[in-house]
């Protein structure tokens, strides 16, 4: 890879955190290809396999592969291995992969310099080149438009397992990250709505091999729901004044309707409403001025 002006992270050294939990089938292949991978990266590198307490002999195949191997008694989730590397890492510049085959490794020699202009790099499966399932197609679709709402910012990729980050920006965040699937979102939720700089970089995405383990609907009703948590904890403004918004409209809706249309003016809904609608935005200011005095600082 060619010098530019934003090797200087890089040349420190990158931590590759990879998640494993029953990757039988894909493990040999993927450690092959992570083996080519350290072999051809320019930058010096520190791989750690985080086994999640699997159970199908995984971690027999992990035992021999020549990388920091830490592993959890029980699985804990996804999230949880990560954080758990992310705590082990020794390098400011870290990265995550997952082990199922679907990410080409070689794609964080493009993510990783950009670490200098930015405090996140994230995998974008935008191209012709991938292969997301049909099934994830709708929930993914859905979850990316709430979350570009709540945050008023474009989002390409909510939860790509494809990034790399600069980890002293995610260990300020790291008690808010879940052990579960749904970390990569909050990770990216955190990072916009924080103000912190995220760069998308157009990558491949494979088939996966083995069963995947994402549940459609309860998959995406927990990430609908953690994105709102998130953005409230992080940016409650986001949420409290378009919420404050469409109360106060419905009670001129009401109001204006009940009188003119109906000729009975339906005062007591109509006060309920404005003041809930008061309520909302001055609990969104109280929120706000927690939120700013306290998180990314403590």
């Not at 080149?129 to 909510?158: E, H, N, Y």
């Not at 309860?218 to 403004?237: E, F, S």
Request: aromatic share 10%; hydrophobic share 45%.
């Amino acid at each position: 890879m060619q010098k530019t002006d934003f090797d200087s992270i890089v040349d420190k050294g990158l931590s590759l955190i990879i998640p494993v939990y029953n990757e039988k089938e894909s493990a040999p292949d993927f450690l092959a290809s992570l083996r080519s991978f350290s072999q051809s990266c320019p930058f010096p590198l520190e791989v750690i396999l985080v086994d999640d307490g699997s159970t199908d002999g995984t971690a027999s195949l992990l035992e021999d592969a020549p990388y920091q191997v830490i592993r959890h008694d029980t699985n804990r989730g996804y999230g949880a291995a990560i954080k758990t590397g992310v705590t082990h890492a020794r390098y400011e510049a870290a990265a995550i992969a997952d082990a199922d085959g679907t990410y080409n490794l070689d794609d964080l020699l493009a993510m990783v310099p950009h670490l200098d202009q930015c405090d996140m790099a994230v995998g974008a499966r935008t191209g012709q080149d991938t292969q997301i399932p049909l099934m994830r197609r709708p929930a993914k679709w859905l979850i990316g438009v709430f979350a570009a709402w709540l945050t008023r910012r474009s989002i390409p990729d909510l939860n790509s397992g494809l990034r790399a980050f600069r980890r002293s920006e995610v260990e300020k965040i790291l008690r808010l990250l879940p052990d579960g699937f749904s970390l990569t979102t909050t990770l990216t939720i955190a990072f916009l709505t924080g103000g912190r700089r995220v760069y998308y970089q157009p990558i491949r995405y494979g088939k996966r091999a083995g069963r995947s383990k994402f549940r459609p609907l309860a998959d995406t009703w927990n990430m609908i729901l953690l994105i709102l948590r998130t953005v409230v904890l992080i940016r409650p403004l986001n949420f409290f004044v378009p919420f404050s918004l469409f109360l106060f409209l419905l009670a001129l809706g009401v109001g204006i309707v009940s009188k003119f249309v109906f000729d009975h003016f339906m005062d007591a809904t109509f006060i309920v409403l404005m003041m809930t609608s008061i309520q909302m935005f001055a609990l969104g200011l109280i929120a706000d001025l927690i939120v700013r005095t306290n998180l990314w600082t403590h």
